[in-house]
């Protein structure tokens, strides 16, 4: 067999084969068009570079696909090499036609029904090198500047609308600071319950560990014990002198 | 300024509001029962402020006819409802902004496109023209790449139109002799399309999994499935149900499979049993496991769902040529062999040329088809879904 297996290619002629030794009664209804549609060629590897006249590149590299290279590819590389969080914007890459660019005019930067992005940066000055015979840095700079001033009046715009609509009762959901706190008081209110629940354990082994007669005194003992003790503090001279503490255990 | 904007901003809102001015600490306090009467007083200005403006209430509904009660029905004709909509969009019908033709995805699944609408522009948009990373790729389909561009493989459009016209001249060819057309793409949300292409096709569509042995163990796996006759109007003919039982299984005459990497079994399986197939072949599968490759990227839901709507159409083309040779008295497809006609004398079997008459009979009077509805055998093939088309059995 080897390693392909060519059955799927030629089902004609084992059809054929099958009906002539008389395996299968008739031929399969599509015999015909089979016959008459044939299916391409496979396994064929056409020549994609052009070998070198001398040394150079392996042979082998003949058979590879060639890179694609398109002019404006060092703009772009330039400007997002300048601009990099421009590549962070979210973008619209879904093409309507197949021919959206056809209509774009890049005499002007702004495009109807496309985003301005970097994108028109590198279009514009594509237009601008190719029409106008500007040098490759005066068309960058003017590009550029054209883009900074629609992407500041852009901002102006969003701001001003999110304004409005704030003023007219808009509500565009919590914003970081509440969300933040939000989280941290939920972390607070955890630790709280994490950390009762670590001193009722805590007081529970020590009641545990000691297993000695409990010495505490209760209420009317200790007033016993108080009215014991006063008369001789007040019987003393001297002031007091202020330790600190209770000095009451009989 | 800021008082102005303020002014602008607010003052409408500020005057419609008739506000209380605020009382302050400093200010006089009621006595409480000043204060009650107060509240009493505005809470009876609010009541009737507020009751011209409650709406009337909903009209009960009828439990048992569900309809509204006849006294609060609407009164205005149906003609002055017309009127007064159709002023109202004279009115505001050119207000807002002119939307331009855009994509609209559920276009390609409600009109997909025939093999003459193909444009290397569609599959462009369509990203037809994405292969895998360089890497991955199967270098038997060097042919069909255009070059390399940011680490990956582009498939050249113009062969993916030609081979994909090609294709659909194959099944437009066996829908129009009679043939089975499976469709197959078992990738989460490839489903619909398969299914509207069968729809088309008047086919078969699979979109869960291939149940290995479908085919080379028919007889197991879908040997209980229900089949039917039809004549060449597509109508069933009653009668034939106790000869059907001892019929081999239906195999199919055509497989379309829009993921050939993940149903290598299924094609496998068509390769073994000698059928046709067509798959989508995207940079990293290999061409050979298919007859027909259609080199496109097969990861594309929306290059998916053009491939098989175009398909879909040639089905529909074939099917529609095969009817109106019906009408005109043409049968374009072989007849079944060894059905007799419901009724007829059995002995007549054991004639040696009872098969002849039998398609002689079936020539004048009806073509007989075997339709298969593979969709009645519980559990093991539901995924075989067919909503009771017919299908011919030319073995």
Redesign the interface.
Known sequence: MGR??????R?RQ??KA?FDTKRN??L???YD??G??P????????I?RAPRPKGGKKPSRM??????HHPEDKLRSEFFGDHPWELARPRIL??????DAKGYDWSKIVQP?KQLDGESVVQRQMWLMKHKQYPKAKAYDVARREFYQHRHLEEIRQRVAKEEAL?TGAYFGKGPLEIGMELEDRTWESWKAWAERQIEDEQQTRAQMFSGPQDELSAPELEEALEEVQPAVSELKEAQPASGGPALHP | MIIRHFALRHGRRVLARNFQPRRFLSSEVDAIEASAENSTKQLQSLKSELNPHVPAPAASIDPETHATSPSTQITSSLAEQYHLFKQQQKLTGKLGSDISPHYQPHTLLNHPPSPANVTLELLLASEAHQGHATSLWNPANARYIHGVRQGIHIISLDVTAAHLRRAAKVVQEVSKRGGIVLFVGTRDGQDRAVVRAAELAKGYHLFERWIPGSITNGQQILGRCQTKVVNEKDEVVPGFEEQLYERPVLKPDLVVCMNPMENYVLLHECALNNIPTIGVIDTNADPTWVTYPIPANDDSLRCIQVIAGVLGRAGQAGQKQRLDAAERGDITYRPAKGLRIPGEDENKDSFPEVDAEVRKILHEKESLENADDLADKPGTAANYESDGRMVHVTS
């Open positions: 392909y297996d060519f059955r799927p290619l089902v084992t059809a099958l009664a008739s399969p209804c599509w068009t089979i008459n549609i299916p391409s060629e496979t396994l064929a590897r056409p994609l058979f590879q696909p060639l890179p694609i879904v093409e309507d036609s197949g021919n029904g003023s």
